[in-house]
């Protein structure tokens, strides 16, 4: 696009009420928080069980830092990869159930890390259609073939794999799909795989934390198996920053020579390395936390609303509305009552499944469900 055709295409855009604009936080993240510089009530976090800003947390990442300082100052190959890395990598193994794990800056980053480390031009994916968009640009990077399949359609990315030439095949999917709250079938992915010498890539975002006791879904579903390959992010559930890749010693050490991703960027800081080791610690130790989550859950998935919810077990409640501009009308009746949940449009969702994606936390009080349901039931 020329520099001279920008106004004219944000222009487009608003005009198909496709426009973004940010909202500028002005406190710590929680669920009563300072949004535009008005009080709110969010659902709006992917915090899932209220650790962004918990007092011990605060605390380990204050100390950690007079430790260890601001920033790591360099790669993980040349000097930045410090102790505080590899023990946040070694709990984060352990906690996931898994031989070793890398530690990345992002979950972007962590996805084409992985899918263009071990995929090239004689390769294929086998993407769900609903995948987040880092796996499908990880695929593009890669230089293999995208082969994408219907939403968690079993017998179609069995066609594919059938089908397949491929030196080497790779099933990519989200354990728990980002704007729908529903899970990929994973033990039958993981059958899939095995049979047609796939690997499986996990991307469990929205589920570390959360299920499988927190240790998230290779232990709900016991999917432990070399060919499986498991990325969380750490700034969702864990509350803090970055993301973890978790596999085999062989697929960690091929990352660590081959992963342009984990190669060319400086290392996340080390005081944050710290911090997610103790988050997982809180992860383990309160487990309130995912009892009160799941009974917020429980209470939206019941609840007789203007609009369907879509079935979910996690804080991922899509209330599906439709068109963009009724999204968006209720999305600022919302926020006129001092209650925020975004609306989502297309691109991020097909058109005319334009939704408010409530996110729920264990931050929030029964008080706080009861409020967003009585807002959204309001004329």
């Known amino acids: 696009m020329q520099h001279h055709e920008l106004a004219a295409q944000l222009a487009a855009l608003q005009q198909r009420q496709q ?20 009080e709110t009530l969010s659902f709006a976090s992917n915090d899932y069980l209220g650790l962004a800003n918990h ?29 505080a890395h590899e023990d946040a990598e070694a709990v984060l193994a352990d906690w996931i159930g898994t031989p070793d794990a890398l530690l990345f800056g992002c979950g ?3 996805n084409q890390a992985v899918i263009t480390a071990l995929l090239g031009r004689d390769d294929e994916v086998f993407a769900d259609k609903l995948n987040h968009a880092s796996l499908n640009d990880g695929a593009l990077l890669s230089r293999a073939r995208l082969r994408r399949f219907r939403h968690n359609d079993l017998a179609q990315l069995e066609s594919l794999l059938q089908n397949s030439r491929a030196r080497t095949r790779m099933i990519v999917v989200d354990a728990v799909y980002s704007m729908d709250g529903d899970e990929a079938p994973l033990p039958a992915l993981l059958d899939l795989a095995r049979r047609y010498d796939a690997w499986l890539f996990l991307d469990d975002a929205h589920g570390f934390g959360i299920s499988g006791g927190g240790r998230g879904a290779l232990a709900e579903y016991a999917l432990h198996d070399p060919r499986v390959i498991y990325m969380a992010t750490l700034g969702k559930a864990a509350g803090v920053s970055g993301a973890v890749v978790a596999g085999s010693r062989e697929l960690c050490a091929w990352l660590v020579n081959r992963a342009r991703a984990y190669i060319y960027t400086t290392a996340s800081p080390p005081a944050l390395a710290v911090t997610v080791s103790r988050a997982v610690g809180l992860i383990r130790d309160e487990a309130w936390r995912r ?12 609840a007789s609303l203007p609009y369907p ?3 979910s077990r996690f804080a991922i409640q899509a209330l599906m509305v439709g068109t963009n501009s009724a999204a968006l009308a209720l999305a600022a009746r919302l926020a006129g009552s001092g209650v925020w949940v975004p609306a989502i449009r297309p691109p991020t969702v097909a058109a005319g499944t334009a939704r408010l994606r409530i996110s729920l936390s264990a931050a929030h009080s029964e008080q706080d ?11």
């Open 108 to 110: 972007y980053l962590a």
């Open 55 to 83: 007092p011990v947390l605060v605390d380990t990442a204050r100390d950690a830092m007079l430790r260890w300082g601001v920033g790591a100052g360099a790669s993980h190959l040349v000097t930045g990869h410090s102790a």
């Open 309 to 311: 919810v879509l079935p």
């Open 19 to 38: 426009y973004r604009q940010r909202v500028r936080l002005d406190s710590p993240q929680g669920v009563h928080v300072s949004l535009n510089g008005g």
């Open 291 to 302: 009892a009160r989550l799941a009974g917020h859950i429980a209470r939206v998935q019941a």
């Open 369 to 379: 469900i009861e409020a967003l349901l009585a807002a959204l039931c309001r004329p």
